[in-house]
């Protein structure tokens, strides 16, 4: 039960001239109105609880009535499954899982003239991967004796495979380190561009706004060194 206070229209002093106030306030429980009745003291005199409870699995109701107890009892499964990737239906046609590792020899050489250099007995070395069509490579050349007689635009061969004759199949390749490379004017980067049906990339320079130039014997100088790694496709 609730009161509500009328707002007065004037002052008061006391209790008594206070207009709208209760009559009277219970002086105890027993006399509060409309409190509940009774409250339930154990589970048992509790209503609107679930009237039973599922002690154990077999008097669980809703659960599933059977269950396959071996992979030969289950429904919906597979029927078969392939026991080689020859089997494998929906798989790739054309994809190739070979993966093969293996080194080569790097050289230096012109296109006018290749050049017989003489490299360091440590550094002429090449490795690569070969998964599928595609290659990834790492190589590294030093040259004591530059054979001056090189010519032409210079690159490096000897990789294992070709690249790809498709249109648009060049990679170019990125040089970890290199020495003795002379650039030309208003050029400050390195580069290397394969060249499609060849085993070969072309050394080039290029600059910020510049467009590449071929690197020629002229860029060359005296006992150049050149490591560099790159990816490419094959046919």
Request: charged share 15%; hydrophobic share 35%; net charge positive.
């Amino acid at each position: 039960m609730t009161q509500r206070l009328i707002r007065q229209s004037k002052s008061v002093t006391n209790w008594s001239e206070l207009e709208g106030k209760p009559v009277v306030f219970p002086s105890n429980w027993a006399s509060v109105a409309d409190k509940p009745t009774s409250f339930a003291t154990t589970w048992e005199t509790i209503t609107g609880k679930p009237l039973t409870f599922a002690s154990e699995w077999s008097t669980l109701a809703n659960k599933p009535a059977t269950f396959a107890s071996t992979w030969d009892l289950v429904t919906g499964k597979p029927t078969s499954f392939a026991t080689t990737w020859a089997l494998v239906a929906g798989k790739p046609t054309t994809f190739d899982p070979t993966i093969e590792y293996g080194v080569w020899t790097p050289s230096l050489a012109g296109t006018i003239t290749r050049g017989n250099h003489i490299y360091t007995s440590t550094e002429r070395n090449g490795w690569y991967a070969k998964i599928g069509r595609a290659i990834q490579f790492w190589f590294g050349i030093a040259v004591v004796n530059k054979d001056t007689a090189m010519d032409g635009n210079i690159f490096i061969d000897g990789l294992p495979f070709n690249h790809s004759n498709a249109v648009n199949s060049t990679a170019a390749a990125s040089s970890s380190g290199h020495n003795a490379l002379i650039y030309p004017t208003g050029y400050s980067e390195f580069t290397m561009v394969g060249v499609k049906n060849t085993n070969r990339y072309d050394l080039r320079f290029a600059g910020t706004g510049q467009t590449q130039v071929i690197c020629t014997a002229a860029n060359v100088g005296t006992n150049p060194i050149i490591r560099g790694s790159g990816y490419y496709l094959t046919d």
